[in-house]
């Protein structure tokens, strides 16, 4: 393995409690853990769903990015 590779960890969002939780807990836990952040989103959810998104990205402190 080359060492001068570059590690990416990506956590997926659903707009589920758990994929939530799991940022969360993940932040705290691991707070210099670089983590990127997914979402899926088919132009079709819930406005509750959205509205997830964006309060993670608040208490994340960073984007989720939306494919």
């Known amino acids: 393995?080359?060492?001068n590779k570059k590690v990416r960890?990506?956590?997926g969002?659903?707009?589920g409690k758990d994929s939530a939780a799991?940022?969360?807990y993940m932040k705290n836990k691991s707070p210099n853990l670089k983590?990127?952040?997914y979402t899926c989103d088919t132009g079709k959810e819930l406005d509750e769903t959205y509205k997830l998104t964006?309060?993670?990205e608040i208490y994340l402190?960073?984007?989720i990015t939306k494919l």
Do not use: F, P
Request: proline share 0%; hydrophobic share 45%.
């Open 22 to 24: 799991l940022a969360i």
């Open 9 to 11: 960890h990506l956590l």
């Open 54 to 56: 964006e309060n993670l």
């Open 35 to 37: 983590l990127d952040y």
């Open 61 to 63: 402190g960073k984007s």
């Open 1 to 3: 393995m080359d060492n």
């Open 13 to 15: 969002i659903s707009g």
